[in-house]
C-alpha cells in the first residue's frame, strides 16, 4: 500500500519537517500509516519533528524546479463527502495551470451558479489538510490552507 513511484516505502508513522529557505519557513508532514494526514508551514521547525523523509525530499526538490505532480502519493482525506470531491478534484489540475472557483465546482460535480455549493468549494480549500499534495495554490480565486507567501512561491516554480 505504501510504495511511491521511486519505490520508496511509506510505512511509516510521524511529524517531519525541514526548513526551507525558497519558502521562507519549514515544511511540515504529518503520515500515518502510509498516508499524508496533514502539510504545514510553520515559521520554524518543531522540536518534535523527524527532518529525514523521502517526501520531504520530494518537496524539496519540487520547490526547487523539479517536476512532480505527486499523484502517487497516498493522502488520507478526513473531510465531509462534497469537500473531499472538490479535494479530489484538485489533484487533478495538471502543474502548471490554475481554475477558477466555477471550474472547480463544476469539476467536483457541484452546481458553479449556487452561492452553496461555491461556499463549499472555499472551504473546502481553506480547510485543505494537505497542500501541496492537493494542490490548493492552483485555484486562482479562493484562499487555500497554503499560505499566500507559499502558495505564490509554489505557482512561480510550476
Not at 29 to 50: K, L, M, N, T, Y
Not at 56 to 61: E, I, K, N, S
Not at 90 to 111: F, H
Not at 135 to 148: C, I, K, L, N
Request: aromatic share 4%.
Amino acid at each position: 500500500m505504501g510504495e511511491l513511484r521511486d519505490g520508496t516505502d511509506m510505512d511509516d508513522t510521524g511529524i517531519y519537517a525541514r526548513e526551507s529557505a525558497a519558502l521562507g519557513r519549514a515544511v511540515q508532514i504529518g503520515v500515518a500509516s502510509g498516508r499524508v494526514i496533514s502539510v504545514s508551514f510553520p515559521e520554524s521547525v518543531p522540536e518534535d519533528a523527524e527532518s529525514d523523509h523521502p517526501l520531504l525530499d520530494r518537496v524539496f526538490d519540487y520547490v526547487g524546479g523539479a517536476e512532480d505532480d505527486f499523484e502517487d502519493v497516498a493522502v488520507a482525506l478526513t473531510v465531509p463527502t462534497e469537500q473531499r470531491r472538490v479535494l479530489d478534484a484538485v489533484r487533478n489540475v495538471p502543474p502548471g495551470e490554475t481554475v477558477s472557483v466555477e471550474l472547480l465546482a463544476r469539476a467536483a460535480g457541484l452546481d458553479a451558479d449556487d452561492e452553496g455549493d461555491l461556499a463549499t468549494v472555499r472551504e473546502a480549500l481553506s480547510e485543505n489538510p494537505t497542500p501541496i499534495f492537493v494542490p490548493d495554490h492552483r485555484v486562482r480565486d479562493a484562499s487555500g490552507a497554503t499560505p499566500p507567501d507559499v502558495a505564490e512561491r509554489l505557482r512561480a516554480v510550476e
